[in-house]
């Protein structure tokens, strides 16, 4: 074991010679935004360190540590809290729990003579109740001996015996609901007697130390030694602390929390429950189990009541997950019948379309570039990022998450900037970025004045969205060619899955009724200008509605609503996988919608 000093945090570690600087700060609690999953080619974590007296830049999830290593990290080197979307569509359900808690007083819990104690229980509380495991039977028989209680509390998920305490607890009946997302984490805290929401609370998901996107979480699973158990108690340490701090802010206790339904895509769901994903990151896409999965709270080393039953909801086929099947629980039954494309935009895309009397789904990796993985000043949206660009007369304006100086751009900002730039006739159809002469030569008088942004760095042309007094390191932010093209290959496969949904049902857009925009980076992003860009399709007169954080809203009603959970397997028995990369079609059609004139004819 070697010694390695972080003189910024105060802080030393021992560590193991062969681990690099990324895992070393993560066991020390400060872990790096390794967007690539720590392949070295995002250059997103450059730390600054001192090795035999000489100072350097290196990558922090390349370069291997060693005895007295200085690593000098910056508050900009961690990862932060990122602007996280918790607000979800609400509908109006019936209030109707899979959990119930029934009180027997003592003169209630007198069993008759010669008869078993279970069986008269059983009897009274009304149920054709399951006979409770031994570890159940064995806390039975010690308080059925106690003369100081008021009576017992039976807890019930349906016609199972979860827990038995004593005296009357029946007003203390909660549960969760979560969505899981490669990003980020929200879960929902509810009084099940009542459904009334107590909280919510969010983080970013703990993978993100190992990866931005489920295939290198899927890599590093596989690779890692003990890389299925490394990434698995990463997510359920970060639901275990925002469950700590729903119990904290709500002074309850975690063990009359019964049941946490959860939702998430099928890497998320492998990776949460344990389940090698060998088969999910290979071509044909498939997964351990579709159905619904249920274990207990301890099996599963989740904070609620040990014998609290988790619950993931089930998914629909390859990468389309119960994310995507939380979205359609989301929809009142009315909307259900419509005709509908749904596009929800996180980390990666998934997209359904409905024709009234059936779905068809599909995924599509655009997240990873829209997030800022592979864009020059590209972040998080954390405090510092830019998050709205306006283009007008000549002039750039922006928004910065916090409305202090800008370190970097997130997605939305992203969207804005390339949609802005396209729309001033800075960018051509195919994508590529004028010179300031080319651009002056065919711009209008009024936007003469963004010629002046424009430039080349490094051989790469680049446009300016910042002056230096905006930014906290007094450097220009721009967006260069390559972030364009980075762009156009992550739009074209979310516009390509929607158009060939489309003829795959032989609908014209047209037809829909409307279209619906679902999840954290489509409910920031400007519409128009997502369109501008081809994120999603434009269509006369059809409309455009934004729903939220759709999968933890289906989560939610799965929790609370009995109607919604019968009514769960006929919805998603409804529901087609369409595989987007098989179809003969795709490759053609996704290089033609790398441009931005797929996009409709009103820009």
Known sequence: MIK??????????????????????????????????????????????????????????????????????????????????????????????????????????????????????????????????????????????????????????????????????????????????????????????????LGTYSALNGQIAEGADVISRIMAAINHPDGIHLLQSKVVNTINDLIDQAVQENRIQRENIYTLVICGNSAMQHLFLGLHPGSLGKSPYKNVILGDVEASGKELGIGINPHGIVHFLPLIGGFVGADTSAVLLALPESELKGKKLIIDLGTNGEILLGNGKKWLATSCAAGPALEGATIHYGMRGTNGAIERVKLANGAVKIEVIGKEKAKG???????????????????????????????????????????????????????????????????????????????????????????????????????????????????????????????????????????????????????LSRPVRSATPGILATVGHFELAAHPSFQEKYLENTKFEKIGNNY
């Open 409 to 559: 751009i997130c997605g939305s900002g992203i969207v804005d900037a390339i949609g802005e730039m396209f729309k001033a006739g800075l960018i051509t159809e195919q994508g590529r970025m004028l010179t300031r002469e080319n651009y002056l030569e065919i711009c209008s008088p009024e936007n003469a004045g963004f010629a002046d942004n424009l430039d080349t760095v490094d051989g790469v042309r680049v446009f300016y969205l910042t002056d230096e007094d905006q930014t906290v390191d007094k450097g220009r932010i721009y967006i260069d060619q390559r972030d364009i093209r980075s762009v156009q290959l992550a739009k074209s496969a979310l516009y390509t899955g929607c158009v060939l949904l489309l003829d795959e049902l032989g609908m014209h857009g047209e037809d829909l009724d409307e279209i619906l925009i679902a999840g954290a980076f489509g409910n920031y992003i400007d519409a128009d200008n997502a369109q501008v860009v081809g994120l999603f399709p434009k269509y006369e007169n059809v409309p455009i509605r934004s729903i939220g954080n759709a999968a933890g809203a289906g989560s939610t009603n799965y929790l």
């Open 4 to 197: 390695v000093l972080f003189p910024n945090q105060n802080a030393e570690i021992h560590a193991d010679e062969n681990e690099t600087i990324a895992v070393v700060s993560s066991k020390l609690g400060y872990p790096l935004d390794l967007v690539c999953g720590g392949k070295g080619t995002c250059q997103k974590c450059k730390v600054e360190i001192e090795k035999d007296g000489r100072r350097q830049e290196v990558l922090a999830c390349q370069e291997k540590v060693s005895d007295g290593l200085i690593v000098y990290l910056t508050d900009d080197n961690i990862i932060h809290q990122a602007t996280i979307l918790t607000e979800s569509l609400e509908t109006d359900i019936v209030i109707e729990s899979s959990i119930r808690k029934i009180f027997l007083d003592r003169n209630a819990l007198k069993t008759p003579a010669y008869e078993g104690d279970w069986e008269h229980i059983a009897i009274q509380l009304g149920s054709d109740l399951q006979t409770p495991e031994l570890p159940l039977l064995q806390k039975l028989s010690v308080l059925m001996q106690r003369e100081d209680t008021e009576g017992l509390t039976f807890t019930m998920k349906d016609n199972t015996v979860l827990d038995i305490e004593i005296n009357n607890t029946v007003a203390h009946n909660y549960g969760l609901a979560a969505d899981l997302g490669s990003t980020s984490v929200v879960i929902y805290l509810f009084d099940l007697n009542n459904g009334k929401k």
